[in-house]
C-alpha cells in the first residue's frame, strides 16, 4: 500500500514531481476496459508473436513462466487524468520474447483476447519497458484488470497497457489500434502530454 498523504510536506512533494502534467493521484484502482471482461482459462492461454515473415511463435503459461520473471514497482498513468503511484507487479519482459523470436519489425500492433488492439513501438517495447504481466500487488491479476496476464507498458498512458494480451503482430511501419483510431495519440507519452490526436 502506498498512501500519500498531504499532510506529509516532503512525501507530498515527492509525488508532484512524479505526477505527470494534468494528472491526479487514484486511491483506488479503476477499471476501465471497452468491452466485456473476457475469461481465459491458462490451459488454453497462449502469447503470440507473428514476425514479419508471418510465422508465429507461440509460449504457453508453463513456458512463459519458466523465462525469468521480473519484480516491478512504478507509477502508472491513464489518460483519463487518475495516475497511480509505486505499484507492484510481476512478469516477463517483451525484451526477453522478442529476443527468442530473433525477428525485425520497428512495430507492433499489439492484439488481446476479446478484441482489443494498441500499436507500440519496438523502441518502447525493448530496454526494461514492457512486460507481460501477470501478478499485481502480490496477487495473481484479476480479471477485470487483465488477467490472466496484461502488457506492462507504464512509461506510456495506460491504454497501451493492453489488458488479456493475447500477442504482438510484428511491423515494419506503424498503424493505429483501437483507441488510436478513435482520437487517441499514436504514442502516448505522459509527460508531454500525448493525448489525442
Ligand atoms: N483489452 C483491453 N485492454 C485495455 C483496455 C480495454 O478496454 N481492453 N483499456 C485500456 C485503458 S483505456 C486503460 S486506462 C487501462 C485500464 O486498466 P485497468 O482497468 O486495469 O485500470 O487498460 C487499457 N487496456
Ligand atoms: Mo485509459
Same mark, same amino acid.
Request: proline share 6%; glycine share 10%.
Given at each position: ?9 516532503? *512525501? *507530498? *512533494? ?5 505526477? +505527470? ?10 477499471? @476501465? #476496459?471497452?468491452?466485456?471482461?473476457? !475469461? ?15 510465422? !508465429? ?6 513456458? %512463459?513462466?519458466?523465462? +525469468? ?15 497511480? @503511484? ?6 516477463? #519482459?517483451?525484451?526477453? %520474447? ?20 494498441? $500499436?507500440? #513501438? ?18 495473481? @491479476? ?7 496476464? !496484461? ?16 500477442? %504482438? $503482430? %510484428? ?13 487517441? $495519440? ?8 500525448? *493525448?489525442?490526436?
Amino acid at each position: 500500500m502506498s498512501v500519500v498523504s498531504r499532510g506529509f510536506g516532503a *512525501r *507530498r *512533494r515527492d509525488s508532484d514531481e512524479r505526477l +505527470p502534467p494534468g494528472q491526479y493521484l487514484a486511491d483506488d484502482f479503476p477499471v @476501465l #476496459s471497452a468491452g466485456p471482461t473476457p !475469461r481465459v482459462d491458462t490451459d488454453t492461454w497462449e502469447f503470440v508473436i507473428v514476425g514479419l515473415d508471418g510465422i !508465429r511463435h507461440t509460449w504457453s503459461w508453463e513456458q %512463459l513462466h519458466a523465462l +525469468p520473471v521480473e519484480t516491478i514497482t512504478t507509477d502508472i498513468h491513464c489518460v483519463t487524468r487518475w495516475s497511480k @503511484l509505486g505499484t507492484h507487479w510481476r512478469g516477463v #519482459s517483451v525484451e526477453s %520474447l522478442l529476443e527468442q523470436v530473433g525477428q525485425d519489425g520497428a512495430f507492433a500492433e499489439v492484439f488481446s483476447y476479446g478484441g482489443y488492439t494498441t $500499436n507500440v #513501438s519496438r523502441a518502447d517495447l525493448t530496454r526494461g519497458k514492457a512486460w507481460v504481466a501477470f501478478e499485481f500487488g502480490g496477487e495473481p @491479476l484479476a480479471p477485470e484488470h487483465g488477467g490472466p496476464a !496484461r502488457l506492462l507498458i507504464p512509461h506510456l498512458y495506460f491504454w497501451k497497457s493492453a489488458k488479456w494480451v493475447h500477442g %504482438l $503482430n %510484428l511491423r515494419d511501419h506503424d498503424a493505429p489500434g483501437f483507441w488510436e483510431q478513435n482520437g487517441y $495519440n499514436m504514442h502516448g507519452d505522459p509527460w508531454k502530454e500525448e *493525448r489525442y490526436w
